[in-house]
């Protein structure tokens, strides 16, 4: 199976600390991703501090797991680094999702938090990191060591693909 | 070296086609992607038809290549398949990035064009393709056998790494 094709479900993580090594190969993975026009609109911010990642659940309903998770990357993007206003978003997302399949191969556990666009939610990450204004909070990515390894592959929906010219199936189409 | 890590520069396409089950297993890819809530909200066209490939030069300045490529996939979101909206384009930008990963790895080459968020290529491409209403083109994937397989491999820029709290390299901060 193409490991593009895997993910692991994450419970809960082990206490066995992500070495700073592997946090350096996420983030080059995350670095490797393609952006628009190659402009690189994105910051990483390494969360390690334990007293940061306590207050993660407080601002997001989906991080209870953040404490436990021996490292957590921020991902910001920065649309002063682009020519290209407007892409930004989907650059961090292919960075994010290059980290998700590079943690994979690792061997370790990831879940990746949305924040943007979610205006409260960025505000608070912005707060809590001290994330300037020319930045923006983006996702965080909770890491670790998972305690069981479930597989999850998503399944195929052939209702979702089309051939050469979208003819609905179902809902009303915009002939002109 | 990680797979992730690696990417093939196109600077044309062989004249080798793509078979069904490759761009199979491409689709498989697109969906094994992380969406926001497991909500999908994606729909992918399969562009074979060399009529419909000629006719996209004419609308994106940087599809020089797609009538050369055998088959081009153009990713769509869809918010009426989400509860959580906005989050589709990230969503569409991580299936994106899986089909780029995947083609790599089967020794494809893939060249991702962005069309959203610029209204001209998303409404030219809604005509060309006839994407009804409810489905936004989001980005449009070329993909054959690269006549030459440069690699390139993103550098990794330490600037952009920040460690727990961002302190700003030269910007402002945001302090309150």
Redesign the interface.
């Known amino acids: 199976v ?6 692991t479900s994450v419970n809960d993580f082990t206490e066995e600390p992500v070495s700073d090594e592997v946090v350096d ?1 996420l ?3 995350a ?4 952006t ?1 026009g190659d402009q ?1 609109p ?8 334990q007293a ?1 990642r306590n207050k993660v659940p407080e601002i997001h309903r989906f991080a209870h797991l953040v404490p436990r998770a021996p490292v957590a990357l921020l991902v910001c993007g920065d649309e002063t680094l682009q020519r ?1 206003r ?2 930004w ?6 960075a ?3 980290i ?3 943690a994979e ?1 690792r061997g370790l556990g990831a879940i ?1 938090l ?1 924040i ?3 205006e409260g939610l960025v505000q608070a990450f ?2 809590l ?7 923006v909070p ?2 965080l990515v909770a890491l670790g060591y998972p305690v069981e390894r479930g597989r999850t ?5 052939g209702s ?9 199936k179902g ?6």
Chains 1, 2 share one sequence.
């Open positions: 193409a490991p593009v094709l895997l993910r190969g983030l080059r993975a670095m490797s991703g393609p628009t690189r994105w910051h990483f911010v390494v969360i390690r501090d940061v290209d407007g892409f978003v989907q650059d961090c997302a292919a994010t999702e290059n998700l399949l590079e191969r990746w949305g943007y666009p979610i912005r707060r990191i001290n994330v300037p204004q020319h930045a983006f996702s592959v998503s399944q195929y929906d979702r693909v089309h051939i050469d010219i979208w003819r609905d809902a009303s189409t915009c002939q002109e």
